[in-house]
C-alpha cells in the first residue's frame, strides 16, 4: 500500500482520478501496458514474488485484492460494490474464498451469541 500512496504523493492523480497516465497525462495506451506492467512489477515485486508468478498481469492484483477481502471476512457485498461488481460475481468466481471464512463466521457467531447470553443473563438478574 506505500508503493501507492508514494506513486500518489509523487505524481497526483489525473482530473477524472486515473492513478496511471502516460507522460502526457492522457490514457497508457493499451500496447504499452504490457511492456509498463513488467517494469513496474519488475521494481515493485521482489525475486521470490516474480519467480511465484505473483502479479504476472495487472488484473491478478485486482484478482488477489478481492480474494483477500473475502478471506478476511468482509461481507461479498461490500467487496463487490469496491471492486465495481454485481454481487453475483464474488460467488460465482471467488466461492473457494467465501468457502474459506466458514469458520471465522461460525467464531463470530458463537462471539456474538455469548455477548447475547450474557446480556440476556443480567436483563434477568436485574428485573
Known amino acids: 500500500m506505500w508503493i501507492l500512496r508514494a506513486h500518489i504523493d509523487r505524481f497526483g492523480v489525473a482530473p477524472d482520478g486515473r492513478l496511471f497516465r502516460n507522460e502526457a497525462g492522457n490514457y497508457v495506451d493499451p500496447a504499452a501496458y504490457g ?3 513488467a517494469r513496474a512489477s519488475g521494481n515493485a515485486l521482489t525475486r521470490m514474488e516474480r519467480a511465484a508468478g505473483l ?3 495487472p488484473y491478478d492484483l485486482r484478482h488477489a485484492g478481492i480474494s483477500f ?3 478476511s471476512g468482509v461481507d461479498p457485498a461490500e467487496c463487490a460494490r469496491r471492486a465495481g461488481q454485481s454481487v453475483e460475481v464474488p460467488f460465482r468466481h471467488y466461492a473457494k474464498f ?3 471464512v466458514r469458520e471465522q463466521a461460525n467464531r463470530l457467531i458463537e462471539q456474538s451469541r455469548e455477548e447475547w447470553d450474557r446480556i440476556s443473563r443480567g436483563a434477568v438478574l436485574e428485573g
Do not use: I, M, N, V
Request: hydrophobic share 40%; aromatic share 24%; glycine share 8%.
Open 55 to 57: 502479479a504476472e498481469r
Open 98 to 100: 467465501l468457502d474459506g
Open 69 to 71: 477481502w473475502l478471506y
Open 35 to 37: 511492456k509498463t506492467w
